[in-house]
């Protein structure tokens, strides 16, 4: 959630990015009126508690013949201040409902509006060229023997997929690429749980307006996670941390996506799956130190594309497009040929505090109180990137060619060869 603090002292501030994101302005005013009553009835319940205090002497020193009605009056005393206490609960929880509705307050300079309206910032390798009819990357991966599609929709339903041969060899090997360069930037490998409890899950915003692309066991009270952020972020829930240097963790996990909404969008291939696999860098540290963070973040993420040469472009996403725990978020997109378009690999997120107030995670300043510290988070690699890969790489006979970068991975293999024509 954000800072009540910031809320009471720059309300506009909150306002002008809640209408940049395209939300409720409305909830802002909602959000100090919730805020107001919660302070008057802590303040009542105070007060009542400190008379209650002070009568509670009284009564303890007066002479016996006195007590009988003093403590009568105790008594009475006792349940206004019950019923105060009750007042200032339901406040309480009132304003945190309010103040839940509300996004991460968005960095200067993310642009206003939707999924159209993001800002390129840079693009980088030139696109590929053929001397043939690219062939989209499901019909190579069956060429190649490397991705079943058929099997997976018999077995699992749509959007379900088997990696299959070289296909599964290849995502493996794309993930101890990038498993081995998070080592090299610091970073501590987590295998991580995929199924998390309702308080972690909402802590890390993702049970807001997106909660239908979640899978839910109601049986056991839990959620399937869609990245392994959720996880990483509930890593130190309720912890007090140090945070002089960044903590960087790499979690690995399997991910499910419900996809509800996108119907007849992506059916074809591995693009927009239920399931599928991630490397999630994910960061705590100083809020100060955030943005510089993020800039880090970014460059893992273009260096890895840059060592399996793929043409990409950096887009700055617009406030509409971010999600409630975002307060800026950088995608990375690659060429994909045979769509003509760029279409995300990965993204990165600074989240400044708002996912660690929502889960008690702080540090101690320099003053001794704790405060809140900032998350950040950014993919390193996942499934969707063989499709880059295999359609930029490949070759008029139906083969692939192995990035340099991706090789040692692959036991030195250079090229994919089909095995079906």
């Not at 599609?149 to 997929?161: C, E, Q, T």
């Not at 890390?204 to 066991?217: I, K, N, R």
């Not at 996942?382 to 295999?390: D, E, F, G, Q, S």
């Amino acid at each position: 959630m954000i800072d009540p603090v910031l809320l009471r002292e720059n309300p506009d501030l909150i306002k002008r990015s809640q209408e940049a994101r395209g939300d409720s302005v409305d909830v802002v005013d909602e959000a100090l009126q919730a805020d107001r009553e919660r302070r008057a009835t802590i303040t009542a319940f105070e007060e009542l508690r400190a008379e209650q205090n002070a009568f509670g002497k009284k009564v303890a020193a007066a002479p016996k013949e006195e007590k009988k009605e003093l403590v009568a009056q105790a008594q009475s005393l006792a349940a206004r201040v019950k019923e105060a206490q009750h007042a200032a609960n339901a406040a309480e929880v009132r304003f945190d409902e309010v103040l839940r509705r509300v996004g991460n307050p968005i960095i200067d300079g993310v642009p206003a509006g939707g999924e159209d309206d993001f800002i390129t910032l840079k693009t980088v390798g030139d696109k590929p060229t053929f001397d043939f009819e690219p062939r989209d990357h499901l019909e190579i991966g069956e060429r190649l023997g490397a991705i079943d599609m058929a099997r997976g929709a018999k077995v699992s339903g749509a959007r379900f997929y088997y990696l299959k041969g070289v296909g599964a060899r290849l995502e493996i090997a794309l993930m101890n690429m990038a498993l081995d360069r998070a080592l090299a930037a610091g970073f501590i490998p987590l295998i991580t749980p995929t199924l998390v409890k309702p308080e972690i899950m909402q802590g890390t915003g993702f049970l807001g307006e997106h909660s239908d692309e979640v899978y839910y066991l109601p049986a056991d009270d839990l959620y399937l996670t869609g990245t392994s952020e959720v996880a990483l972020a509930g890593y130190h829930a309720d912890e007090i941390l140090e945070v002089d240097q960044p903590l960087r963790y790499a979690g690995w996990s399997t991910c499910y996506r419900r996809e509800a909404g996108s119907g007849g969008k992506d059916t074809r291939g591995i693009i927009r799956v239920h399931q599928f696999n991630k490397l999630e860098m994910f960061v705590y540290t100083l809020p100060e130190e955030a943005e510089a963070e993020h800039a880090r973040l970014l460059s893992y993420q273009e260096d890895m594309l840059q060592a399996l040469g793929l043409s990409y472009r950096v887009i700055d996403v617009a406030a509409g497009d971010l999600g409630s725990s975002a307060a800026r978020k950088y995608d990375v997109e690659a060429w994909v040929p045979t769509q003509d378009a760029y279409r995300e690999l990965t993204s990165t997120s600074n989240c400044t505090t708002f996912q660690a107030r929502r889960l008690d995670i702080r540090y101690r300043t320099e003053s001794g109180k704790t405060s809140p510290v900032a998350t950040l988070n950014g993919t390193l690699a996942t499934t969707r990137w063989l499709v880059a890969i295999l359609e930029t790489h490949q070759r008029a006979d139906g083969s692939v060619l192995v990035p340099e970068a991706l090789r040692p991975y692959l036991g030195g293999l250079e090229v994919l060869e089909p095995i079906t024509q």
